[in-house]
């Protein structure tokens, strides 16, 4: 493994400046102090990458310059005073800076994987170890990325793809000796969220999609989440951690367009709730993100707003994981635990 | 960090032979040939030490000498035929077979942590990495032997130690940059067992605990599970692992044996039940196992029999995980999770 810098010290590039870019940003100007004290280790951003630019500081940027940059509007980081450059090489940013570490925090683009795979396959060849929060590279080549990253020795970590703030990818890679026969869970915060306004207020889809939009949680094309394509490249990401590859056009899919105001009251008068439910069965080998009526004493149906949860069956015994599913601070903690797992070689 | 002896092989010796002991010897038995071709790594177990002698083979018993071993009474693993011997000398056992890591799975003392105490300095100071489900000699001794481990360059884990077959634990140990600010939950799985008995079939204590024994799950002194002992041991495990030193004499414990039958009867016609609650504040610096009345709509309060489960809060959301508590195949999975993590580096 490429060996830290030096010892209790880590340097990180973040590719990609959103949600959870600025998130993850935001964190290490807060805690910095408080995790070098805990760990005896100091994480430092030695550059930043958007769409547009870049800002690099090769012996990284302080808590306070940290805060600045997210002052910068959205793609526009590299043109920040002094360390701002107002094109993309990233090469050349490491070449200058030397990172241990590459964090990829692209957005995700099922179609292609991009930029996200490129960057991501870039990085493990040029020897870095590589902390991503993006699911496309991975639903496009989970094989190809972690063999490259055997072969180079590195780590590769994703742990931030699934329930974002919740450390049940964490836990299910650790289960080696188990064998998980089936997953069934609320992978995607988005939809179970306006599902839930759905119950709860009586709204149409079109009204709870405004409300989700509204607070900031669901896009301006929600397709990803209300069709199920996030959950379902959830899905692929799990599956093939547990070494079973399947593909992402082989899951099955229902989307929430379906459900009427009509259904919503038929279900509740009877007892029931609608959830966006995942399922993986491994015996069966069969995946779906589908639109589920299910009783209101399923333990998937007391999961509510932007929670996640997930039921795991092994051949030794069953699980069940809750916990937030997204947010950018809550999934950068996510990126950071990688990160810091990787700098502790623990 | 110690080398494994060769690539995808790991040597290691199981010290104490009894239900996880056993469990383990079983499951790498019946899983090994997957675990190869899954992982392309093979465990091998050669050595196997009981309370007063030891069997070893150097290059790895097969499935099938696994398999016999586990005929042989309790205690008497030394008088098997061919590998046995009816004495324990560690070192020299070391010596002949030269593991990689040493599987620590004897009975907790909490008075002395011993045995597992002395064997796991001496394995450390060896210089091979430990595994263990043994809870007491972290109890006596957390700082002294992770500070230890972490001298000789070596792995030590503990995941078994808490929630037996749940991996709470291993994702609660990734969590490095949240801040654990509270946690509550189910932690023994015995008085768990025997409350739910208490509930649903209206049994006094004393016949809970019988129909608990009969089953195995008690043991014929329950001391250790219903006056909350073993539950305040986990307790001092987590807050230990998450950097605050508690003391086991300072955890604040009740026990079952204060509730008699009416207790239960009014509790159920007023919607409550009893349960034995871990509790561990770290903003207020306290720890408690106490036998509470909760409410029926409480998430610990639908966690029945030998279910354990907990609920985190932190400075960035709040998690709940639930799964079995122990079990000796259950819990030899852990061990081998663990002794899999550090041969895979992963």
Not at 187 to 208: F, Q, R
Not at 251 to 258: A, H, K, Q
Not at 262 to 279: E, F, L
Not at 287 to 307: F, H, Q, T, W, Y
Request: charged share 25%; hydrophobic share 40%.
């Amino acid at each position: 493994m490429r060996l830290m810098s030096s010892y209790g010290l880590v340097k990180i590039v973040v590719i990609g400046f959103g949600n959870v870019g600025r998130g993850l940003a935001k964190t290490i100007a807060l805690k910095n102090n408080e995790l070098t004290k805990k760990l005896n280790i100091t994480v430092k951003v030695v550059g930043v990458v958007d769409s547009k630019g870049m800002a690099l500081k090769k012996d990284g940027f302080t808590g306070i310059e940290l805060l600045k940059l997210l002052e910068q509007p959205r793609s526009s980081v590299g043109s920040c005073e002094v360390y701002g450059r107002n094109y993309v090489d990233i090469e050349e940013l490491y070449g200058e800076v030397q990172p241990d570490i590459h964090v990829e925090l692209t957005p995700a683009n099922y179609d292609t994987g991009e930029p996200g795979l490129s960057n991501i396959r870039r990085a493990l060849n040029y020897g870095l170890n590589v902390v991503t929060a993006n699911k496309s590279p991975l639903v496009k080549a989970f094989n190809e990325l972690t063999a490259l990253a055997q072969v180079r020795n590195v780590k590769f970590k994703y742990t931030g793809t699934v329930m974002g703030a919740t450390p049940f990818l964490r836990a299910l890679k650790w289960m080696k000796a188990h064998r998980v026969e089936y997953l069934r869970g609320i992978l995607n915060s988005t939809s179970n969220y306006i599902l839930t306004l759905m119950h709860e207020k009586i709204l149409s889809i079109e009204d709870a999609v405004k409300e989700a939009q509204l607070i900031g949680l669901a896009e301006s094309n929600p397709s990803l989440d209300i069709d199920g394509l996030d959950a379902a490249a959830k899905l692929v990401i799990i599956s093939n951690t547990l070494g079973h590859s399947i593909r992402f056009e082989n899951v099955e899919r229902s989307s929430l367009r379906g459900i009427d105001l009509r259904d919503i009251m038929i279900a509740i008068k009877n007892g029931y709730v609608y959830k966006q439910v995942s399922t993986l069965d491994l015996v069966k080998k069969r995946a779906s993100v589908n639109v589920e009526r299910i009783p209101v004493n399923d333990v998937l149906a007391g999961v509510k707003g932007a929670m996640n949860a997930v039921h795991i069956v092994t051949d030794t015994g069953e699980y069940f994981f809750q916990g937030k599913g997204g947010g950018g601070v809550e999934t950068a903690h996510t990126v950071l635990n990688d990160v810091l797992e990787i700098a502790l070689g623990d």
